[in-house]
């Protein structure tokens, strides 16, 4: 691969993947913001069947799938005896994109997402970039550089966030450990509200660039000590960030 051909980078579509688009796709949405953002509080039941039916517009085959993907991502829990109750917040699948996609940026809730991610991407990345400095082929090897240089702001914040979600998802799979390539759905929604609500306190973006690039380069190199230190000494930028944002939106 010419790394030089490289300048931009599509940001995979990873909302809801699992369902079919229309009815019962925008029906999981509006359903899951309303409760994300507290439109219906923890224990608070969601109205009636058909209530739901009526209010937005849709079949009650379209409302039963609805709640099931919902019920599947922790947010609701139903019952015969009062219906669709929300869980509390400590019961969501706080992995999922869609729910960490749906609270209101500026929530202190949202922040703390943000925060503990951060904190477990510390634990895992950098061993994750190690593995890949062992693992990874030839092909990822060209991709991760390639990525890592495609994080530049004259390329524009689409084309950023696309580069530099396929530099952590690439290193996660090619680490060779199917675990760790399955948490490319935590680093999918953590980079997505970094860019969104972080990007007022992120480090200059030719910094950015030179960190990615650090760790691309020893990977490529093969150097799995430096991968590692370099990938640690980044998130630790990330972290100092993220924690700032929380303690703002406390």
């Given at each position: 691969?010419d790394?030089?051909?490289i300048?931009?980078?599509?940001?995979?579509?990873?909302?809801l993947?699992?369902?079919?688009t229309g009815?019962v796709?925008?029906?999981?949405?509006?359903?899951g913001k309303?409760?994300?953002q507290?439109v219906?509080?923890t224990?608070?039941?969601?109205p009636r069947?058909?209530?739901?039916?009526?209010?937005?517009n849709?079949?009650?085959?379209?409302?039963?799938?609805?709640?099931?993907v919902l019920?599947?991502?922790?947010?609701?829990?139903?019952a015969?005896?009062?219906?669709?109750r929300?869980c509390?917040?400590?019961?969501?699948?706080?992995?999922?994109?869609?729910?960490?996609?749906?609270?209101?940026?500026?929530?202190?809730?949202?922040?703390?997402?943000y925060?503990?991610?951060?904190d477990m991407?510390?634990?895992?990345?950098?061993?994750?970039?190690a593995?890949a400095a062992?693992?990874?082929s030839?092909?990822?090897?060209?991709?991760?550089?390639?990525?890592?240089k495609?994080?530049?702001?004259?390329?524009?914040?689409?084309?950023m966030?696309?580069a530099?979600?396929?530099?952590?998802?690439t290193?996660?799979?090619?680490?060779?450990n199917?675990?760790l390539s399955?948490?490319?759905?935590?680093?999918y929604?953590?980079i997505?509200?970094?860019?969104s609500?972080?990007?007022?306190?992120a480090?200059e973006?030719?910094v950015v660039?030179r960190?990615?690039v650090g760790?691309?380069?020893a990977?490529?190199?093969g150097?799995?000590?430096l991968?590692?230190?370099?990938?640690?000494?980044?998130?630790?930028a990330?972290?100092?960030?993220?924690?700032?944002?929380a303690a703002?939106a406390?």
């Amino acid at each position: 691969m010419d790394t030089k051909q490289i300048l931009t980078f599509d940001l995979p579509d990873k909302v809801l993947t699992s369902l079919p688009t229309g009815a019962v796709k925008d029906t999981v949405e509006q359903l899951g913001k309303s409760i994300v953002q507290g439109v219906y509080e923890t224990d608070a039941v969601l109205p009636r069947e058909e209530e739901l039916v009526e209010k937005l517009n849709v079949s009650r085959t379209v409302v039963r799938e609805a709640v099931k993907v919902l019920c599947g991502k922790g947010l609701v829990r139903t019952a015969r005896r009062y219906g669709s109750r929300v869980c509390p917040f400590e019961s969501w699948n706080l992995l999922d994109p869609d729910v960490i996609r749906w609270h209101d940026p500026n929530s202190p809730r949202t922040a703390r997402i943000y925060a503990e991610a951060t904190d477990m991407r510390i634990i895992f990345e950098p061993e994750a970039a190690a593995l890949a400095a062992k693992n990874a082929s030839r092909e990822q090897r060209d991709l991760i550089v390639a990525a890592a240089k495609g994080i530049d702001p004259k390329h524009g914040d689409a084309a950023m966030i696309g580069a530099d979600y396929t530099f952590h998802a690439t290193i996660l799979q090619a680490s060779g450990n199917l675990m760790l390539s399955q948490l490319q759905n935590i680093v999918y929604a953590v980079i997505l509200f970094s860019y969104s609500a972080g990007r007022f306190a992120a480090p200059e973006e030719k910094v950015v660039q030179r960190l990615h690039v650090g760790v691309a380069e020893a990977i490529d190199n093969g150097e799995a000590d430096l991968a590692r230190k370099r990938m640690h000494d980044m998130l630790k930028a990330n972290q100092a960030m993220a924690r700032e944002f929380a303690a703002i939106a406390k």
